[in-house]
């Protein structure tokens, strides 16, 4: 089984939509998927998810699923110095960079900054959303793989957001979704592809063999947008 996992073009947050050139990289995208064979398309609730789709969805005369929990992360956590609440991704290295347990794949969620807000919860309704997305295809979590009866060869394709992407690449693999966060970052219309390892029959894992591969701009000579690349203070 294959999994897509793809963030919206370069986001104008103010309409919840895209810039011009955020509708130039779906198109662009469109290029690309038109060409993978994918079998269903899920969409988050969030209208610059579901404009990124459409170029696609118009040119295979195809509809998208919505599901609520592919919408952007709404987990927050709070401020260590000032109490407020604050996107739980955009945290100084000079502050996260200190706490061991953030590292840590288990212990990162209940460090005090996220246990004092919503992120743990936030977590788990999205890794149950996605467990029970991939229970269809006939993959049931166990543990840390999945198992499954037969094999499924489809190729599924999910148009969401990166604070959300983030977290379900960190129920796949087992990583810290802190050090996801802080350390990695999927750039606008980007790609990121995940496909079940089944070494063993009726056991499977999913393994990473891209993270926001961005070679569809490359190929049409589109920038890569900075959208995404945070500058925090504490």
């Not at 947050?13 to 064979?37: M, N, P, V």
């Not at 999927?186 to 990473?208: D, H, K, L, Q």
């Amino acid at each position: 089984m294959k999994i897509l996992i793809i963030r919206h073009g370069e986001p104008d947050y103010s309409i919840d939509s895209l810039t011009e050139k955020g509708w130039r990289e779906a198109e662009i995208l469109a290029d690309r998927l038109e060409k993978a064979d994918v079998r269903d398309f899920y969409v988050s609730p969030m209208g610059r998810a579901r404009a990124t789709a459409k170029p696609t969805l118009e040119r295979l005369h195809r509809e998208a699923e919505v599901l609520d929990w592919l919408h952007e992360f709404r987990g927050y956590a709070v401020d260590p110095f000032t109490g407020e609440q604050r996107c739980p991704w955009n945290l100084a290295p000079q502050y996260w960079t200190k706490q061991t347990d953030l590292y840590d794949p288990e212990a990162w969620r209940t460090h005090s900054i996220y246990a004092a807000g919503t992120v743990g919860r936030v977590y788990d309704e999205t890794v149950a959303g996605l467990d029970a997305l991939l229970a269809r295809y006939g993959y049931v979590r166990d543990g840390k793989i999945y198992r499954y009866e037969e094999s499924n060869s489809a190729t599924i394709a999910l148009f969401c957001h990166f604070g959300l992407g983030m977290a379900m690449i960190s129920h796949l693999i087992g990583v810290s979704l802190t050090a996801l966060w802080q350390g990695f970052l999927m750039p606008t219309s980007s790609v990121t592809t995940f496909v079940s390892e089944e070494r063993i029959p009726g056991e499977a894992y999913f393994r990473c063999i891209q993270l926001g591969d961005t070679s569809h701009l490359y190929a049409a000579h589109e920038p890569i947008s900075s959208a995404g690349l945070l500058k925090a203070e504490l």
